[in-house]
């Protein structure tokens, strides 16, 4: 009886440990899509460094479905700037623009060089279908993109 019970559990041990390995494998295949799929909102445009950080979907006063932006704005360049004249943010539902509803104060904040400050946006969504934000250069400048589409389903 002692030999069944050394035995299963020595199969139990090595089954525990291959599950935790395959675990491990499958926890860093997900890490790395992740990684891979949030890459493209982030980066430069020119001197700057802008990143969507997060975002939240909710209703504002008139009952109407909105998105909120979270985006970080780094100014590496040699002079004082602010996101409203660096950044142009559009947002699309179904290849259509959404309208703008409001910010924070933070968009039209100066920063000096070496600063960061994080800008929130809320445009009103038309449906709950997926959202394409691009960012880029409002004045034709600066080369670079931000890029990200948000799932608004997976909400």
């Given at each position: 009886m002692k030999r069944v019970f050394v035995l299963f559990l020595a199969f139990a041990i090595l089954f525990l440990s291959s599950c935790s390995v395959v675990?491990?494998?499958?926890?860093a295949l997900e890490?790395?899509?992740k990684i891979?799929?949030?890459e493209n909102r982030k980066g430069n445009?020119?001197?700057?460094?802008?990143?969507?950080v997060d975002y939240g979907i909710d209703v504002d006063e008139y009952n109407t479905p909105v998105i909120a932006l979270q985006i970080l704005f780094e100014n590496r360049s040699d002079d004082t700037a602010n996101f409203d004249w660096v950044a142009d943010?559009?947002?699309?539902?179904?290849?259509?623009?959404?309208?703008?509803?409001?910010?924070d104060e933070n968009?039209?904040?100066?920063?000096?060089?070496?600063?960061?400050?994080?800008?929130?946006?809320?445009?009103?969504?038309r449906d709950t279908s997926d959202v394409d934000v691009e960012i880029t250069d409002?004045?034709?400048?600066?080369?670079?993109?931000v890029k990200q589409t948000i799932k608004i389903s997976e909400e």
């Amino acid at each position: 009886m002692k030999r069944v019970f050394v035995l299963f559990l020595a199969f139990a041990i090595l089954f525990l440990s291959s599950c935790s390995v395959v675990d491990e494998v499958n926890q860093a295949l997900e890490d790395a899509n992740k990684i891979e799929r949030d890459e493209n909102r982030k980066g430069n445009i020119g001197d700057f460094y802008l990143e969507i950080v997060d975002y939240g979907i909710d209703v504002d006063e008139y009952n109407t479905p909105v998105i909120a932006l979270q985006i970080l704005f780094e100014n590496r360049s040699d002079d004082t700037a602010n996101f409203d004249w660096v950044a142009d943010v559009d947002v699309f539902q179904n290849g259509i623009a959404l309208d703008f509803v409001t910010s924070d104060e933070n968009r039209t904040t100066s920063i000096q060089s070496g600063a960061s400050i994080k800008v929130i946006m809320v445009y009103q969504l038309r449906d709950t279908s997926d959202v394409d934000v691009e960012i880029t250069d409002c004045m034709g400048q600066y080369e670079g993109k931000v890029k990200q589409t948000i799932k608004i389903s997976e909400e």
